[in-house]
């Protein structure tokens, strides 16, 4: 019997994800057996599109979490369908409902009447014996004064002394039954929800604090933007300000009244010496119940969506951070600035590997400007990037005195998180022979020629790229960054021999104990030459490798397919494709490979593979070196410095958005304070849903400058 149970939720399950993501049971069911065997997403993404229709990484990684979400919801059912059958509380309609309940929120609602805790007015009136007179008033049918009748529950030992204490009780009783009906619930939750305002005010005016505008606010529900949501529930938690919602109260009591109200032949007729006490009985439901029920179930409902979305907004401007353009082929400088001590130079070859580290201190200029011009020099610098803090500017006035003239561009680069990564364990292992104040210049500088393999050493959420991360559920959070940094590494692949522990542990399958044996391995042996050396290493078995391998770069190989994303289980299709092709594992890259004839799905029946297979070989045989960030911007790279002083109205700019958020986008303008693109400037006046369908994290735009206010350092502008 268990057996067919197990076997119809399954069946429910595979139906639901079918429906909610449209596609086939056959993917369906390939997708969770998949996940069920262990295999990551990366993996199932990149090298079994045969068994999942090409899916892409973040249909997945929704998929995954969707399962788990029905996975759970099952197991509610079944906890309550367990505790109300040990009650004998439980019948088929109930059984039914449950069953076929979608949400938790359906779940709990009929669950709610088996949950009467001890001490609520209802529960108290039971035991006081008033259950028997709350059904004669419900049910209407009396033809007695509900006075006389009530005179027969009067019970000085139980605490009833009077007709109205057992009327009082009575009413109790029938407000709490009012409130369990789940069609009442449901259509109470959606008129305040749409119909409803909320309404904002400070806990003492004149206190001041960054919550000010919502002092005295009031919003429609359903209009207020998930950035306010968050605001007012942050202002909230700090004890700033008080929330309440209003909702049409008398239209919803009247509803009420009319549904409960058992009328004559269905006309306007009812007895009117019951009515008082169900109208009151209605009244005590809805202020007493209902509505604190529905005010906290629809506050929870708007910051549960706001922070949704804004993890949403967040991964996806962490995902455009991350896949920004990496530099290539350029010696680095890169300079840690302080104003008040001395300032720290790393400088950081082609590779990354670290030429030389030096010092200088801004207020002696002369030997300032000498240092840094005898460095470019010496190591061929081509560019500097420059840490940014509060007064970048004086050093990029300095800066841009000293490259005027040359091929050297500068770029200011956020370093936020880089001191506590240069002080951590990892920076120490990373980096043990420099001092923190060099490892932070060293960080710099690699930042500017790989965002990603920098990036992903720090903490995402002191990025600068979201709103109010902070205050979001840490789980969900870490849960959702993890997700991006996990596909945009995989995407891109990882150099083996190269890679710090901080980027390995996101390559699919691989964890901290293995990256750590990796990184141990080269040190000790020297770099690995070929993709089977893998298995050499402690901890990395075969299933290790199953998962990882594709995404591992052995550069200067004796086989060149390990330094392509072909996985190895696939080499022998690449080399029999190659052959087809009348081509050699030497002319991979070259203008020998041409794609232009091959019928890929004839050829991949003759190779024994699918044509999703073939076609992933086939790109990476034409183009070995291909790289998803290549069509990215990069960081924007300047010659010559500016400050907020510079700029006047009506002026055309370009920049880098540095963040999006809901209500707008923030514009990296070269002068240290970024300029914001409201929404409302971004489509020429027309209305857009979100600013993310316009512009993106790292893209380059051009701007016009509609104001400037000097004495808060904000710029307003105009998407061109």
Known sequence: MKTEIKKIVVLMINKRLSEEFEIKEWQVKNIIELIDNDNSLAFIAHYRKQK?????????????QFLKYLKELEEKKTEIINKLSSKGEIDNEIKELIENSETFTEIEDLYEPYAEKDGTPSTIAKSKGLEPLANIIRFQQTKIPIEEIAKDYINEEKGVNTVEDAIRGAEDIIAKKISENIEFKDLIRKISYEEGELEVEAVDKNEE?????YYDHKESI???????????????????????????????????????LISEDYGETYNELTRPYIEEAVYKSYNDIIAPFVERDIRKYIVEKAEKESIEVLSENLKNLLMQKPIRGKVVMGLNPS??????IAIVDEKGNVLKTDTVYINDIEEFKSTISYLIKEFDVKLIAIGSFTDSNKFEEVISEIIKGTEVKYAIINQTGASDYSQSVFGQIE?????????????????????????????PKSIGVGQYQHDMEEKKLIEAITNVIDVVVNSVGVDINTASISLLVHVAGIDSVVATNIIRYVKENGPLTTREDFLKIDEFEKETFEQSAGFLRVYNSINRLDETKIHPESYNIAQKFLEKLNLTIDDMGTRKVSLVNVNFKQLAEELNTDQYTLEDIAIQIKNPEIDPRDNMPHVLLRDKSLSINDLKVGMVMEGTIRNVVDFGAFVDLGVY??????????NKGKFINHPTDIVNVGDRVKVKILEIDLSKNRIQLYLM
């Open 209 to 213: 604090s960054e919550y000010e505008l």
């Open 339 to 344: 104003l008040y001590s001395t300032s720290k």
């Open 673 to 682: 304070h970024d300029g914001l693109i409201h929404i409302s400037k971004m």
């Open 222 to 260: 359903i209009d207020i933007a998930n950035h306010r949501v968050l605001a007012i529930n942050r202002g909230t938690n700090e004890g700033f300000l008080k929330v309440k919602i209003t909702t049409p109260k008398d239209d919803i009591v009247q509803y009420l009244i009319r549904h409960t």
């Open 431 to 459: 980096f043990p022979d420099y001092e923190v104040g060099h490892r932070i210049a060293i960080s710099i500088a690699k930042r500017l020629q790989d965002p990603l393999t920098e990036l992903v050493k720090i903490d």
């Open 52 to 64: 999942t229709g090409n899916l892409d990484n973040r249909t997945l990684i929704k998929f995954k």
